[in-house]
């Protein structure tokens, strides 16, 4: 079981209004220039968002890119609250950031992926924290370790942080693949179910790295019952610093939140209950036939395993594995069935099956 964490409802913040569906905090990835930032607030307050987003400080991959407009855009911020009466907010990523925010009255900060992901940055910014009010949003680290994630949650909880949330933008990978960031969404899964209170936000923008991935991103996450969506927009975003290909003008942004089939967490409905628990008692019993039947297999494996080991024969024999895994992958094929999934599968059991083999091979 997770520790699990004090919190204070993201009701309770007093920066989104009421209950809205999604909880949306939009603005550009950097604030440029006064005018860029407070054109762009303008443009979002227009269609009532209420809580603005800019990087001031940017952790960029390769030195000579522009790396954030720094303690100025402080200022700017301020002007868009006492303009428009959002709440302001950026990514910090030491204790000097903090520091500055408080001073220019920022109204929530965040905690980039890269940060996260670093035990003592985390450690720094908790301890600047202690005995602030200020919400923090924290990132998932560019790896996907969920416990680096919690960690960095624990830290700031430890030291007295209570408006805190989490922001999933996906994880960096070796490979060149479709999105910016791979969606591993079993891990924002995983989390939700260790802390179903935690303010939950996606942040398509960093997942998808582009304008035409936006959409799906965030319809997933709204499938998903992920509350709050955290999205660039730039009034114009083809002249942006930094990620111009990802950024949205606010009209786009106010079109793309309007299309958006946003679903109830539950519902009271009779007839869908009666349904929905007919439909989870035949799924229990299957769970049920499921076990019974990997314990089972499992027995035999070890029977397998005994008589290997009397005929002194290696456990691993590959090419039994792949033909195995081969014919699972056809059958499956035709129960309309995945390979990714059919592999995912045999391999957890295979894998299971290799250690319980072992075992034996080890008694004595
Ligand atoms: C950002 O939100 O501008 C940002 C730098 O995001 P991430 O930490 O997800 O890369
Ligand atoms: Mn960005």
């Given at each position: 079981?997770?520790?699990?964490?004090?919190?204070?409802?993201?009701?309770?913040?007093?920066l989104?209004?009421?209950?809205?569906?999604?909880?949306?905090i939009?603005?550009?990835?950097?604030a440029?220039?006064e005018?860029?930032?407070?054109?762009?607030?303008?443009?979002l307050?227009?269609f009532?968002?209420?809580?603005?987003?800019?990087?001031?400080?940017k952790?960029?991959?390769?030195?000579?890119?522009f790396?954030?407009?720094?303690?100025?855009?402080?200022?700017w911020l301020?002007?868009?609250?006492k303009?428009?009466?959002?709440?302001?907010c950026?990514?910090?990523?030491?204790a000097?950031h903090?520091?500055?925010c408080?001073?220019?009255?920022?109204?929530?900060?965040?905690?980039?992926?890269?940060?996260?992901?670093?035990?003592?940055?985390?450690?720094?910014?908790?301890?600047?924290?202690?005995?602030?009010?200020?919400?923090?949003?924290?990132?998932?680290?560019?790896?996907?370790?969920?416990?680096l994630?919690?960690?960095?949650?624990?830290?700031?909880?430890?030291?007295?942080?209570?408006?805190?949330?989490?922001?999933?933008?996906?994880f960096?990978t070796?490979?060149?693949?479709?999105?910016?960031?791979?969606?591993?969404?079993?891990?924002?899964?995983?989390?939700?179910?260790?802390?179903p209170?935690?303010?939950?936000?996606?942040d398509?923008?960093?997942?998808g790295?582009?304008?035409?991935?936006?959409?799906?991103?965030s319809?997933?996450?709204?499938?998903?019952g992920i509350?709050?969506?955290?999205?660039?927009?730039?009034c114009?975003?083809?002249?942006?610093?930094?990620d111009?290909?990802?950024?949205?003008?606010?009209?786009?942004?106010?079109?793309l939140?309007?299309?958006?089939?946003?679903?109830?967490?539950?519902?009271?409905?009779?007839?869908?209950?009666?349904?929905?628990?007919?439909l989870?008692?035949?799924?229990?019993?299957?769970?049920?036939?499921l076990i019974?039947?990997?314990?089972?297999?499992?027995e035999i494996?070890?029977?397998?395993?005994?008589?290997k080991?009397?005929?002194?024969?290696?456990?691993?024999?590959t090419?039994?594995?792949?033909s195995l895994?081969?014919?699972?992958?056809?059958?499956?094929?035709?129960?309309?069935?995945?390979?990714?999934?059919?592999?995912?599968?045999?391999?957890?059991?295979?894998?299971?099956?290799?250690?319980a083999?072992?075992?034996?091979?080890?008694?004595?």
């Amino acid at each position: 079981m997770a520790k699990p964490l004090e919190l204070i409802p993201i009701k309770d913040w007093g920066l989104f209004s009421e209950d809205p569906k999604p909880y949306v905090i939009a603005g550009p990835c950097s604030a440029e220039t006064e005018e860029q930032v407070l054109e762009t607030a303008r443009g979002l307050r227009a269609f009532g968002i209420n809580v603005y987003r800019a990087g001031i400080w940017k952790p960029r991959t390769h030195p000579g890119n522009f790396e954030g407009i720094g303690t100025d855009g402080l200022a700017w911020l301020q002007k868009v609250k006492k303009e428009t009466g959002m709440a302001v907010c950026t990514e910090v990523a030491n204790a000097k950031h903090i520091f500055d925010c408080i001073k220019y009255g920022l109204d929530m900060v965040w905690i980039g992926a890269r940060t996260t992901a670093n035990p003592f940055l985390m450690q720094e910014i908790a301890d600047a924290l202690k005995g602030t009010d200020i919400p923090v949003l924290v990132k998932n680290p560019v790896n996907p370790d969920i416990d680096l994630w919690i960690g960095a949650l624990e830290r700031l909880n430890l030291a007295g942080v209570k408006k805190l949330g989490v922001i999933h933008r996906g994880f960096s990978t070796a490979e060149k693949q479709e999105y910016r960031n791979a969606p591993g969404w079993q891990i924002a899964i995983e989390l939700r179910s260790r802390y179903p209170e935690l303010p939950f936000f996606a942040d398509p923008s960093h997942m998808g790295g582009s304008r035409a991935y936006l959409k799906e991103i965030s319809q997933k996450s709204m499938d998903l019952g992920i509350e709050g969506l955290m999205i660039e927009s730039h009034c114009n975003p083809d002249v942006a610093l930094s990620d111009a290909k990802q950024q949205l003008k606010p009209c786009d942004l106010q079109t793309l939140l309007e299309s958006l089939r946003i679903r109830e967490k539950e519902s009271a409905a009779a007839e869908y209950q009666k349904q929905i628990d007919h439909l989870r008692a035949q799924i229990d019993i299957i769970d049920e036939n499921l076990i019974y039947t990997l314990k089972s297999r499992m027995e035999i494996s070890k029977k397998i395993g005994e008589y290997k080991k009397q005929n002194n024969v290696a456990i691993l024999q590959t090419a039994r594995w792949e033909s195995l895994l081969a014919k699972a992958i056809e059958s499956g094929a035709k129960a309309g069935l995945s390979e990714k999934f059919i592999t995912d599968v045999f391999n957890a059991i295979h894998e299971a099956s290799v250690e319980a083999q072992n075992n034996i091979l080890k008694e004595d």
